[in-house]
């Protein structure tokens, strides 16, 4: 369970700042107030203008920081394989998203074998990747049943749907098999989550 819990670890420290910083800045507020309200108002004025651009400049950065340092954090910890699809139609992102994904596998350490498949809208490709143990890339390309390049948009999601539960259901059988007691295959990961159904197909196989 430790990988779960370095993830709610930071998402709870995180929270714990940002309930500090909202406290801080109240009292600031009320201390510019008094001050502004008890004869020194261009002081009060001035403390209180400080204070909003302070927080304009800081809290995006901020934000932007604890961002990058939960999704390290995630990325470090996936277990279950990843999945790029088209967000619609015309998506031409769809390449750079998988590349992101798979470079920032290794950027961060992640040793659990993962791959990350990408479907793109009407190709006739699944594409896979993921890091060897000796650190080298290995990339793989399956045909797609014939038609996928005239698919319609409900047909590709369907597709995706069905495509992302079976290999989640074999994801979870290989991870139960290594032997190194990972009770936490099935449970929330980056997102990702095996519903009971699956649970219960995966060990009925």
Not at 6 to 16: G, H, K, L, P, R
Not at 59 to 78: I, M, S
Not at 144 to 152: C, F, K, V
Not at 192 to 198: F, L
């Amino acid at each position: 369970m430790e990988n779960k819990k370095n993830y709610q670890t930071e998402q709870s420290a995180q929270a714990t700042y940002w309930l500090l910083f909202k406290f801080g800045n109240l009292l600031y507020f009320i201390l510019a107030a008094t001050i502004g309200l008890n004869g020194s108002a261009a002081i009060g004025v001035c403390s209180i203008i400080l204070q909003i651009a302070f927080n304009v400049a800081f809290v995006p950065k901020k934000l932007a920081e604890f961002y990058e340092r939960l999704r390290v954090v995630a990325f470090k910890q996936q277990v279950m394989n990843l999945y790029v699809f088209s967000n619609h139609p015309n998506d031409n992102d769809v390449l750079q998203r998988f590349e992101e994904a798979f470079t920032f596998l290794k950027k961060v350490g992640n040793k659990h074998g993962v791959t990350v498949y990408m479907i793109i809208f009407q190709d006739a490709c699944i594409f896979s990747s993921r890091w060897k143990s000796n650190g080298q890339r290995h990339d793989e390309r399956k045909w797609r049943d014939a038609g996928s390049t005239y698919e319609s948009w409900a047909d590709y999601l369907s597709f995706c749907q069905a495509f992302q539960l079976k290999d989640n259901e074999e994801r979870v059988k290989a991870l139960r098999a290594d032997d190194k007691g990972r009770d936490w295959v099935n449970e929330l990961v980056y997102g990702q989550a095996v519903s009971d159904n699956e649970k219960q197909r995966a060990n009925e196989r």
